[in-house]
């Protein structure tokens, strides 16, 4: 069965370290990855986007990666800040689900403390 | 600019009534999408709708429909509704096949 998995135990680290979120798929070919932050009662934002053909990519302090073999993409918030704190969801999308239907995971709860 | 606006951002309903969750696109965008997400889930896409037509639906029953206008907004509508639908509705606009822009989101109550 398809699957997009991420940690369902919140992470807690402290100010100034490099949060660690994980996204694992089974099943599923995406052509690309995205990477949304969710507050409490509020809709997605979109963070990041990463295609199968890209193995990094960066933005100010977050950085994604995306390996299309063990079909996993890490996803890294550098010197780390309380306001980051959040529900980090990724999403695919790619051939076996239709290029206008995101699959979300059911999101990583991040919390960083001073 | 404007985001993606929906309205209302919050309704109860009692079981077998319907609802009308409304969505008005980023200008520009002509993709508008519908998604539920239950507490401590993630979205679960229902419905994409590109230039009113049709474009994707997701695992949901009959009971859940939707249109797009001229104008590019949307509604989404649930008949007979079950305390299983009590969730947040977003809708998503884009103007490619790439970033989805949300809205607040619709929190509805089903009692």
């Known amino acids: 069965s398809q699957k997009i998995e991420q940690n369902s135990e919140a992470l807690n680290i402290q100010e100034g370290k490099t949060a660690t979120l994980t996204c694992n798929y089974t099943?599923?070919?995406?052509?690309?990855l995205q990477w949304y932050r969710q507050d409490p009662g509020r809709g997605p934002v979109f963070l990041l986007l990463?295609?199968?053909?890209?193995k990094e990519k960066r933005k100010e302090r977050l950085k994604v990666t995306f390996d299309t073999t063990l079909k996993q993409s890490l996803f890294h918030i550098t010197a780390s800040q309380p306001a980051d704190s959040a529900t980090y969801l990724c999403?695919?999308?790619?051939?076996?689900?239709?290029?206008?239907?995101?699959?979300f995971g059911t999101g990583t709860r991040l919390l960083v403390s001073p | 600019d404007a985001g993606v606006t929906q309205s209302p951002t919050h309704l109860i309903k009692t079981r077998g009534q319907h609802v009308t969750l409304r969505c008005s696109p980023i200008?520009?965008?002509?993709?508008v999408s519908w998604y539920q997400q239950v507490l401590g889930q993630g979205p679960q896409f229902i419905f994409q709708?590109?230039?009113?037509?049709?474009?994707g639906r997701g695992n949901f029953p009959d009971r859940f429909s939707a249109r797009q206008f001229p104008n590019y907004s949307s509604e989404l509508n649930v008949n007979a509704l079950l305390l299983g639908d009590s969730a947040l509705y977003l809708c998503?606009?884009?103007?490619?096949?790439?970033?989805?822009?949300f809205g607040q989101g619709t929190r509805l109550t089903v009692v």
């Open positions: 998503a606009s884009s103007a490619s096949y790439t970033e989805a822009f």
């Open positions: 099943n599923y070919s995406p052509a690309y």
């Open positions: 990463i295609r199968e053909n890209e």
């Open positions: 999403a695919l999308a790619g051939v076996n689900t239709g290029f206008q239907k995101l699959v």
């Open positions: 200008s520009g965008h002509k993709s």
């Open positions: 709708y590109y230039e009113k037509e049709e474009r």
